[in-house]
């Protein structure tokens, strides 16, 4: 597509040394990451910096280690850590790609125009780029008000910019992990509890007897702590069911799998839940003291029975009683999950309010073997004054008391509110992007398009020269988290636990710490009384001493455990007396939050489109060694996993003569066909009326020597969301695609002969 803003290849060299740095490393075994040609070394040669990892969210802590000419040779768990109890995962041990990647942004760019008109960026000082963007973002200040600013922010290191912008006096921060992922769920079981699920999740996965996955493909999904729970569940014999319409990792390791046809979850929870209400299996006890609607909820499901959920979701009634029956059998040890990226069909905060319901009657909320109550020790902030209070926010774009239960920014209510729009008393005008690559994490690029191109700025901070840099107007290029130190981890758990990361190496090429950008950005601004530090070890230090810790000792030993301060990890076991945060104080079966916001106060079915004829629905996920789009060029990563491929079931595949490993291109609803084409993967393993594809390849910037033109984009295919009503998730399940077994770039230029 043709833009204001011409997406720019950032040029680079070195390609050839990097393909052969490639084959250098050995991808299999213990030491994968390792330099075969530096040899083996021994603990007592390495120094350990302590850390936690960027690689994805779950943010497990450990320890990288030095060698003494200064090179990394190692990053391994911290066995203190409750996120990864000393084990990191592939992509965690791989992390050490992200620094030695040659492809990485080294200094920073600006857009310029040439005489002839092409757009093109030239390498810049910090202190040009630095003053250029305060420049843009002053100008922005006095002319449309601060509020005119959004910050997309994603990884630890976005805090520090969320600071500054906040000091800036703008509300509009936000990230795909809320309307791309998990807000759905987020404002289901607050609307049943009175409180979020959170991240890591608070769920008691170990101690299940009985544990349901929908969709939810742990193993995969390879959140360290979760898998660990789970091998630790079936050790200990805990039934797995697994509702997936693909043969998952957790599917072929479950007692029960149920190859729902996609998007009819809600009508297999809905029989679920009137076979645990009719057979009488619920929590009797639980139900009466804790819980609100029960009566109502029992007429809504009367007459949804297995038999009725059978014609939906091709799930067949007896399956639907014995797994029900199951999942009373182990109560209140039955966790249902509540997955996580869980944006599908629109309907998303009604399927995840089924799931929260099937939860309560089993009792497992505040339960063993069910959802924890976690605790988190709580850092205060180095102080500074209040920030100031904003007059207008994005949601100025939407009519009065739209998303009203939503407490987090929507990513793509921000593209709303940068689109022009007569009725909108906030368009805004500047972004800076940290941490996300928003072409691959946005679903419909051209709305992302629409509204970058609306804005007086657009400033990227980020490692790596990712399909959302190319549209920047400056580029800033940060150093990677095992260069600096970040913020502390403080998130919640069993036990609570602070996390340190420290940089291990010097940061490489002209790359900076966020801490470093956000301070210099504060000055230009005059906004220095919100960052009265020298440097970060300043921040972490006092904010350390406040808990009776220091940056000294967590220098020596990285993760530092807490006692919790209430005795309550399992708050509801012996049914105390309890008030939930919601309207009645109980357990809302029956949502009085959604029914005053006219939404249905109780889940229900309803059918959405069906694939026309010769499309099949795109369902995608995740893959063990990749985390989303940002590590496809991580060459220990990349030597495990190279492109992604594209499931098809035999039947399908038979029926367009589609061999296993043949290249063909996926074409959608809309017309748009995948840049690059895609290995097919004919496999039983999926159901023939969707296909699948991991998600975070098909790169279409050369840039990336490595990622370029591997395997295909789910992101260019999704063109179409269903928006969800309660909270404005996009539901990302919803566009079909077909195949083309031509090079659709050869036939184009054929039909213009
Ligand atoms: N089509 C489709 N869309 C999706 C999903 C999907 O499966 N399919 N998944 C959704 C989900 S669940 C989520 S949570 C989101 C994730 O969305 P994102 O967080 O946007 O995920 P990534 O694509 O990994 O983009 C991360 C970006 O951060 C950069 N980066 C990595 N480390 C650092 C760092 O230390 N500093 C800075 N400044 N930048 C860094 C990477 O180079 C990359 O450009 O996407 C959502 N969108
Ligand atoms: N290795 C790795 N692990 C990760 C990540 C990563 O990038 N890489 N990202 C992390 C993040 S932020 C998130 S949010 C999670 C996401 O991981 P999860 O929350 O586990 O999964 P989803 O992406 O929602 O779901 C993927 C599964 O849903 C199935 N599915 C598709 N349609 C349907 C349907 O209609 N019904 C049912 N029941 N199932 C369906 C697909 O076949 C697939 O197995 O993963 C996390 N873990
Ligand atoms: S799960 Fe893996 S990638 Fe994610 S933080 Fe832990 S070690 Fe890193
Ligand atoms: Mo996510």
Not at 215 to 244: F, K, L, P
Not at 503 to 508: D, G, L, N
Request: with cysteine.
């Amino acid at each position: 597509m043709k833009t204001r803003r011409d997406f720019i290849k950032i040029s680079t060299a070195g390609a050839g040394a990097a393909a052969l740095g490639i084959s250098a490393l050995s991808a299999k075994g213990l030491n994968f990451f390792e330099s075969k040609t530096d040899g083996p070394v021994s603990n007592e040669d390495l120094t350990p910096y302590p850390t936690y990892c960027e690689v994805c969210f779950w943010k497990c802590a450990g320890w990288t280690y030095v060698d003494k000419s200064g090179k990394i040779r190692k990053i391994i768990g911290n066995d203190e850590d409750p996120h990864c109890s000393g084990r990191l995962c592939p992509r965690g041990t791989g992390g050490v790609g992200m620094y030695n990647d040659e492809d990485r942004l080294k200094t920073p760019l600006i857009r310029d125009t040439k005489a002839d008109g092409t757009q093109y960026y030239r390498e810049a000082s910090w202190e040009e780029a630095l003053d250029l963007m305060a420049e843009k973002m002053d100008i922005l200040r006095k002319d449309h008000g601060p509020e005119c600013l959004a910050l997309f922010s994603h990884g630890s290191g976005g805090k520090m910019m969320t600071d500054l912008v906040k000091a800036f006096g703008t509300p509009n921060i936000t990230a795909p992990s809320f309307a791309q992922c998990r807000g759905p769920r987020e404002v289901a079981f607050t609307a049943t509890f009175g409180e979020d699920v959170m991240s890591p999740e608070r769920t008691d996965i170990r101690d299940a007897k009985c544990l349901v996955l929908i969709g939810s493909h742990i193993g995969e999904n390879m959140h360290n702590g979760q898998i660990q729970e789970m091998s630790h569940a079936i050790e200990n014999d805990a039934t797995i069911i697994t509702v997936d319409p693909r043969l998952s990792t957790a599917a072929s390791h479950s007692k029960y799998w149920l190859p729902i046809k996609p998007a009819t979850d809600i009508a297999l929870l809905l029989a679920w839940t009137h076979v645990i209400i009719n057979e009488e299996l619920y929590d009797k006890e639980y139900v009466k003291k804790y819980t609100f609607g029960f009566e109502q909820l029992k007429e809504h499901v009367k007459n949804n029975t297995p038999e009725w959920a059978y014609g939906i979701t091709t799930i067949e009634p007896h399956i639907i009683r014995e797994t029900a029956r199951e999942m009373a059998a182990a109560s209140p040890r039955t966790l249902v999950h509540p997955g996580r990226h869980v944006t599908w069909y629109g309907d998303d905060t009604q399927r995840s309010r089924a799931i929260a319901i099937l939860n309560a009657l089993l009792g497992s909320w505040g339960r063993r073997g069910g959802f924890y109550n976690p605790e988190k020790v709580s850092l205060p902030s180095f102080p500074h004054p209040p920030f100031p209070i904003p007059k207008r926010s994005w949601k100025d774009a939407y009519p009065p008391g739209k998303y009203n239960l939503v407490n987090e920014v929507l990513s793509t209510g921000i593209c709303d509110a940068t689109i022009p729009n007569p009725d909108m008393d906030c368009q805004l005008r500047g972004w800076i992007v940290y941490g996300t690559n928003l072409l691959a994490s946005l679903p419909d690029q051209r709305k992302t398009l629409e509204a970058i191109n609306n804005l007086d700025f657009l400033v990227v901070i980020d490692t790596m020269p990712m399909d959302i840099t190319g549209y920047a107007d400056i580029v800033l290029p940060e150093c990677t988290y095992l260069e600096r130190y970040d913020y502390i981890r403080t998130s919640p758990h069993r036990e609570p636990a602070l996390a340190l990361r420290m940089p291990a190496v010097k940061p490489k090429y002209n790359s900076k710490p966020n801490w470093w950008i956000a301070k210099q950005l504060a000055n230009r601004l005059g906004l220095e009384e919100y960052f009265k530090w020298e440097n970060i070890e300043e921040v972490l230090d006092w904010q350390l001493k406040q808990v009776g810790s220091s940056l000294e000792e967590m220098q020596r030993i990285g993760v530092k455990k807490f006692k919790r301060e209430y005795e309550d990890l399992f708050f509801l076991e012996g049914l105390p007396d309890f008030e939930f945060n919601t309207n009645t104080g109980k357990i809302e079966l029956y949502s009085s939050e959604l029914a005053n916001e006219g939404f249905d106060p109780m889940p229900k079915y309803t059918a959405h489109p069906e694939p026309p004829q010769g499309f099949y629905r795109l369902n995608y996920g995740r893959a063990p060694m990749h985390t989303f789009s940002r590590t496809s060029n991580n060459h220990n990563l990349w030597d495990l996993m190279d492109e992604n491929k594209v499931w098809i079931n035999p039947k399908v595949a038979d029926l367009w003569e589609i061999k296993n490993g043949q290249y063909i291109w996926l074409k959608n609803q809309d017309g748009v066909i995948s840049s690059f084409p895609i290995k097919a993967r004919v496999t039983e393993r999926i159901r023939w009326d969707s296909v699948y594809m991991v998600h975070g390849f098909g790169h279409t910037d050369k840039k990336l020597t490595r990622a370029y033109g591997r395997g295909a984009s789910d992101s260019e295919m999704v063109t179409k969301v269903v928006l969800d009503p309660v909270m404005g998730g996009t539901g990302m399940r919803v566009s079909f695609v077909t195949f083309l077994k031509e090079d659709p770039a050869r036939n184009k230029k054929e039909d213009k002969a």
